[in-house]
C-alpha cells in the first residue's frame, strides 16, 4: 500500500518567516494530495489539496507543490502568524480508492 | 449544516470490554470512513462503507467491525479491547464515486482503554 513520509517532525519559526514541510509518497498511481492543519483536541481540517493534473496550487499564504518525478510534495506557508502553530499531516490518495495515507505530522512552532 | 458528529466524545473502557462509536456524515455524503489516531500519530485507515457494505479496509483485526445504516450512518464496533486500542477515533464522510474526494473529518471519540 502507500507509504507517505513527513519531514521534518518538528519545525520552528520566527513569525513573519516562511515553514516549508515536505513529504515523499510510494505509490505512483496516487492522485490526490491534501493537507491537514489539527490543533491540539481538535478535528484534522483540510487546509489546502492538490490533484496531479496541476504542480503547484496557491490559496492566500498557503501553497502547496507537488513533483510527481520525484514522488515529493510540500506545504509552503508564508508569513507565518501564531494561529499557524499546530500539526500538520500530509496525506495522499488514488482514484478508485478514495482512502488517505497519512504522514506522521509535523508539530509546527510560530515564535511570536 | 452540522458537519461529521461523532458520539461519543470521550469514553473509558477495560481490557476486554466492547465499545461501539457512532458517526453522522455530512449532509449530502454517503460515503463513511473510519481512522485511528494513536497518540502522536498521523490517522490509520481502518475501513470505508458505502452502500450499506465495507468497500475498503486497513490493516486491522477481525476485533474491529462496522456497520452502515440506510441514512448513511455508522458504527465502529471494537471488541476484546487491548491496552493499544486507546486512540482517537476519527470518522470522516465524503461524496460517493470512484473519484478522490475531499473528506470531512468529525471531532473524534477518544478511547482510553485501561
Known amino acids: 500500500g502507500e507509504n507517505v513520509e513527513q519531514h521534518p517532525s518538528t519545525l520552528s519559526v520566527q513569525e513573519g518567516d516562511s515553514a516549508v514541510i515536505k513529504c515523499t509518497y510510494s505509490?505512483?498511481?496516487?492522485?490526490?494530495f491534501p493537507w491537514y492543519k489539527q490543533e491540539l483536541g481538535k478535528r484534522p481540517q483540510l487546509i489546502i489539496d492538490?490533484?496531479?493534473?496541476?504542480g503547484e496550487k496557491k490559496d492566500q499564504r498557503i501553497a502547496v507543490t507537488l513533483n510527481k518525478t520525484a514522488k515529493h510534495f510540500s506545504l509552503h506557508i508564508t508569513e507565518t502568524q501564531p494561529e499557524d502553530s499546530a500539526v500538520y499531516f500530509c496525506a495522499a490518495s488514488k482514484d478508485g480508492n478514495n482512502r488517505l495515507a497519512f504522514g506522521k505530522g509535523n508539530q509546527v512552532v510560530v515564535i511570536p | 449544516d452540522a458537519g461529521v458528529t461523532q458520539s461519543p466524545t470521550h469514553l473509558i473502557k477495560t481490557r476486554g470490554q466492547q465499545v461501539t462509536l457512532r458517526c453522522s456524515p455530512k449532509?449530502?455524503?454517503?460515503?463513511v470512513s473510519w481512522y485511528q489516531q494513536a497518540l502522536g500519530q498521523g490517522p490509520q485507515f481502518i475501513f470505508q462503507y458505502y452502500e450499506e457494505e465495507e468497500r475498503q479496509r486497513g490493516n486491522f483485526p477481525d476485533r474491529f467491525s462496522g456497520h452502515q445504516f440506510p441514512n448513511y450512518s455508522s458504527e465502529l464496533n471494537v471488541n476484546a479491547l487491548l491496552l493499544g486500542d486507546s486512540a482517537l477515533y476519527l470518522c470522516?464522510?465524503?461524496?460517493?464515486?470512484?473519484?478522490?474526494?475531499?473528506?470531512?473529518f468529525g471531532a473524534g471519540s477518544r478511547l482510553t482503554v485501561l
Open positions: 505509490d505512483s498511481a496516487s492522485n490526490y
Open positions: 449532509s449530502g455524503h454517503d460515503t
Open positions: 470522516a464522510s465524503s461524496p460517493g464515486g470512484s473519484g478522490a474526494n475531499v473528506l470531512t
Open positions: 492538490i490533484r496531479s493534473n496541476v
